[in-house]
């Protein structure tokens, strides 16, 4: 089973309308199963009522590939609230990829592969930055690296439409329109050859940067990890407003800090997965043993970053002294 933790966030640039939002924030599936088609996950999160549903990654588990468990979960959760999802690293992995994707985008999931999207309530709106995960510019099979590319360079003509509730939301006009005007002068015909080729295309190669005019340019030396860092300064240096970054993977929390993120949302830890007295959280991925940031809350400057140990395992196939959570997120802007 999980268990259910809340999180009350309190910042003064909230704007009113937005005031005692409840965001359910699911991350690390990994293609757990919780009761007839998950059934116990969905109820709990009906009960919390929440306003928004954030997916931070690793929906399904690439050793398994069962897209029919996830999906059970993502046709209940739209049917709850409007649903976000980012992807993780398994979703890069998987070979299924596209297929799980048409079926998020088929099932009314928002997808927001490295975009920001602006959410309003009569004159007052928060903004919603979703981004990639950082093995999506290592990835190993050409359909998915094909995706990736068009993804960042094409997808972003998202027609603004209703929630719901009747609140607007929109792709951030400025964002498409900077990249869109920027694809042909500033790349060449033989580079833009390059990175659409199937054969040849490989992002952590040439990644896609900005430079300080908002014009598209190749940094053929940045690494992912890198050029995920440089995603994320050049979307949240579009926003003015209250921003939610979502993210699979919390080791960037300095980077956060730095881009004045006001709540980041992540997983990946899964709490270090095994627990002991005293030592704590014992491993974290891509943070190895011990790790700095593991679950719960990391608070620096105006920034507010949640950790979920996540619902799911993948590799070791049990957890000790450390259960599954679904988090909810309750947002004020009074103290």
């Given at each position: 089973m999980f268990e259910i933790n809340q999180y009350d966030i309190k910042d003064t640039k909230l704007p009113q309308v937005f005031n005692n939002t409840?965001?359910?924030?699911?991350?690390?599936?990994?293609?757990?199963?919780?009761?007839?088609?998950?059934?116990?996950?969905?109820?709990?999160?009906?009960?919390a009522g929440p306003d928004y549903i954030a997916i931070t990654g690793d929906?399904?588990?690439?050793n398994y590939n069962d897209?029919?468990?996830?999906?059970?979960f993502i046709n209940g959760a739209v049917?709850?609230?409007?649903?976000?999802?980012?992807?993780?690293?398994?979703?890069?992995?998987?070979?299924?990829?596209?297929?799980?994707?048409?079926?998020?985008?088929?099932?009314?999931?928002?997808?927001?592969?490295?975009?920001?999207?602006?959410?309003?309530k009569g004159n007052e709106s928060i903004s919603i930055i979703g981004l990639d995960d950082p093995d999506f510019l290592d990835i190993q099979t050409s359909e998915n690296k094909d995706l990736s590319i068009k993804t960042f360079i094409y997808n972003l003509t998202g027609k603004d439409g209703l929630l719901g509730n009747g609140e607007v939301v929109s792709f951030n006009e400025s964002y498409r329109s900077r990249l869109l005007d920027n694809i042909n002068s500033s790349?060449?015909?033989?580079?833009?050859?390059?990175?659409?080729?199937?054969?040849?295309?490989?992002?952590?190669?040439?990644?896609?940067?900005?430079?300080?005019?908002?014009?598209?340019?190749?940094?053929?030396s940045l690494n992912k990890n890198e050029g995920f860092v440089e995603k994320l300064k050049f979307l949240t240096s579009l926003?003015?407003?209250?921003?939610?970054?979502?993210?699979?993977?919390?080791?960037?929390?300095?980077?956060?800090?730095?881009?004045?993120?006001?709540?980041?949302?992540?997983?990946?830890?899964?709490?270090?997965?095994?627990?002991?007295?005293?030592?704590?959280?014992?491993y974290s991925p891509h943070q190895g043993l011990f790790p700095k940031y593991s679950d719960g809350l990391y608070t620096e400057n105006n920034t507010n970053m949640i950790i979920?140990?996540?619902?799911?395992?993948?590799?070791?196939?049990?957890?000790?002294?450390?259960?599954?959570e679904l988090i909810i997120v309750k947002l004020s802007n009074n103290y």
């Amino acid at each position: 089973m999980f268990e259910i933790n809340q999180y009350d966030i309190k910042d003064t640039k909230l704007p009113q309308v937005f005031n005692n939002t409840v965001i359910a924030h699911v991350s690390d599936l990994h293609s757990a199963n919780y009761g007839e088609n998950q059934k116990d996950l969905l109820e709990a999160i009906k009960k919390a009522g929440p306003d928004y549903i954030a997916i931070t990654g690793d929906l399904i588990d690439s050793n398994y590939n069962d897209i029919d468990i996830v999906m059970n979960f993502i046709n209940g959760a739209v049917n709850i609230a409007p649903t976000f999802y980012v992807t993780g690293n398994h979703e890069a992995w998987t070979t299924l990829y596209v297929k799980l994707e048409k079926a998020l985008v088929d099932a009314g999931v928002i997808l927001l592969r490295d975009e920001v999207i602006r959410l309003t309530k009569g004159n007052e709106s928060i903004s919603i930055i979703g981004l990639d995960d950082p093995d999506f510019l290592d990835i190993q099979t050409s359909e998915n690296k094909d995706l990736s590319i068009k993804t960042f360079i094409y997808n972003l003509t998202g027609k603004d439409g209703l929630l719901g509730n009747g609140e607007v939301v929109s792709f951030n006009e400025s964002y498409r329109s900077r990249l869109l005007d920027n694809i042909n002068s500033s790349l060449s015909s033989k580079v833009r050859a390059s990175l659409l080729s199937q054969n040849k295309l490989n992002l952590r190669a040439a990644s896609l940067m900005t430079d300080s005019s908002g014009a598209l340019s190749l940094d053929y030396s940045l690494n992912k990890n890198e050029g995920f860092v440089e995603k994320l300064k050049f979307l949240t240096s579009l926003v003015e407003d209250y921003s939610i970054v979502l993210s699979h993977r919390p080791e960037f929390f300095k980077d956060f800090v730095r881009a004045k993120a006001n709540l980041v949302l992540t997983g990946h830890t899964h709490g270090g997965q095994v627990r002991f007295p005293i030592l704590g959280n014992v491993y974290s991925p891509h943070q190895g043993l011990f790790p700095k940031y593991s679950d719960g809350l990391y608070t620096e400057n105006n920034t507010n970053m949640i950790i979920s140990r996540g619902l799911g395992n993948s590799g070791l196939p049990f957890r000790f002294n450390n259960p599954a959570e679904l988090i909810i997120v309750k947002l004020s802007n009074n103290y």
